[in-house]
């Protein structure tokens, strides 16, 4: 099988696993590429500070008999970020065209976007948030809103382009959710998830 050769001069990534046979490593790019690069053309890269748009944990995709080893010290990385400063940065590894793809879904679809309740909006999005909201599913069962915010009415929508992002969402609760009780909470279900978007000048 020929393999497809690309451009990923100054790309960044994670090096997944070292190939012997070829002198070359197996690379994650953060904008989703899976490519094989030899060992003379990388650098290390040390991510900048969260305020100058770098992040705190990249989400770990690495061989099989590493795997439970990195989600430990990823977990761990995430609760202590989240304990020291209240939120934690992850970058992960979606491609340009998911990116896209959920962008033209928030947008083109009849999505009913609204702002949070003041008394809980800070919670969720921060301080000085500029965003509205929409519900990505329909209305769930009591237990999930515990805020009692309210779902819009049931309708059909294709959110496709969120699932990757659904996964990662679900796979990061699995992960931290035996290590939250240190910061005092605890959880046992994910509610049914927002979709963020900046609100425009108009709104």
């Known amino acids: 099988k020929t393999q497809e050769i690309v451009e990923v001069n100054g790309e960044c990534g994670c090096c997944i696993s070292w190939l012997g046979s070829s002198e070359s490593y ?13 060992e003379a053309n990388l650098r290390e890269w040390t991510p900048p500070p969260t ?5 705190d944990a990249a989400w770990p995709i690495i061989d099989r008999g590493e795997q439970g080893q990195a989600t430990a010290s990823f977990a761990q990385t995430v609760v202590s970020c989240l304990g020291d400063k209240g939120y934690c940065v992850i970058q992960t590894f979606m491609s340009d065209q998911e990116r896209a793809d959920a962008l033209a879904s928030s947008q083109e679809q009849d999505r009913d976007f609204f702002r949070l309740k003041r008394e809980v909006e800070t919670g969720y999005m921060g301080f000085d948030s500029n965003n509205k909201v929409a519900w990505l599913q329909e209305r769930r069962e009591e237990e999930s809103n515990p805020d009692g915010l309210n779902y819009p009415e049931e309708e059909e929508l294709d959110n496709t382009a969120f699932d990757a992002s659904q996964k990662l969402i679900s796979s990061l609760g699995a992960t931290i959710g035996g290590l939250v009780p240190s910061l005092g909470v605890s959880f046992s279900y994910v509610m049914n998830p927002l979709l963020r978007m900046s609100m425009t ?3």
């Not at 197996?26 to 030899?38: A, D, E, H, Q, Y």
């Open 26 to 38: 197996l690379i994650r790019t953060f904008n989703g590429l899976s490519v094989t690069v030899p």
């Open 51 to 55: 305020e100058e748009g770098g992040f």
């Open 201 to 203: 000048k108009n709104e």
